[in-house]
């Protein structure tokens, strides 16, 4: 039931989308990360994961102490900003997260060449939260940063989806989230009340699902 569910979300996108999906407590998104990757697959997406400081490593292991496969996130490619360990198949690794315009032009350089080659691309960012904790927010970071998200709306040979923790951005960069879901066409917020798993869309280019409202 919890996949039908899911799947009837990703259904809902268009490609040239950047959704933002918002995990508002705790618990982790493994399971998410899976059906999504899983629903791509199925509907002919080559499937890339920007991994931000082993992000992925750590959904992975969670996934298999959890009791599930962890299989479908063994050969997905990757591009890997910082970090040190190794998840699934690297395609670039940029280690240096000192210089913003540095890290954003390799990334460019990478991801264009990329989708050019493999479209249509479903392109997953797993921990953005932490660029915005191991960078200073300055104005010209904040800038290079949506001036990179924005670029790649409406482009239709690729979809982009972004994981992103908010109870891990502190009040002072609170106001980073909100620029977030400007650039983003779709936002889906997930939230757990007790056994319930409630998931929100409050923002969607599609008026079909926008303020839709499931539980699970």
Not at 61 to 88: Q, S
Not at 190 to 208: L, M, P, Q, Y
């Amino acid at each position: 039931m919890l996949g039908d569910i899911i799947n009837g979300l990703w259904e809902a996108l268009k490609p040239g989308e950047v959704v933002l999906i918002e995990r508002t407590d705790s618990k982790d998104q493994y399971l998410g990360l899976q059906h999504l990757i899983s629903w791509g697959l199925s509907r002919g997406y080559t499937i890339l994961v920007i991994d931000v400081v082993d992000s992925l490593h750590l959904l992975r292991a969670k996934t298999r102490l959890a009791g599930f496969d962890d299989g479908i996130l063994e050969g997905v490619n990757v591009i890997k900003i910082g970090g040190k360990i190794k998840a699934g198949n690297i395609i670039d690794w940029i280690s240096d997260l000192s210089e913003p315009i540095i890290l954003v032009g390799k990334f460019r350089e990478a991801y264009d060449r990329f989708i050019e080659e493999n479209a249509p691309v479903l392109t997953i960012v797993l921990g953005i939260e932490k660029l915005f904790t191991t960078s200073e927010v300055v104005p010209k970071n904040v800038h290079l940063l949506l001036s990179l998200l924005s670029q790649y709306v409406g482009n239709e040979n690729r979809m982009g989806v972004q994981f992103i923790k908010t109870s891990l951005l502190d009040e002072r960069r609170r106001f980073l989230l909100a620029l977030l879901e400007d650039v983003a066409t779709t936002v889906i917020r997930v939230s757990s009340h007790g056994r319930v798993t409630e998931f929100k869309v409050v923002k969607s280019i599609n008026k079909d699902v926008e303020e839709t409202c499931l539980k699970v």
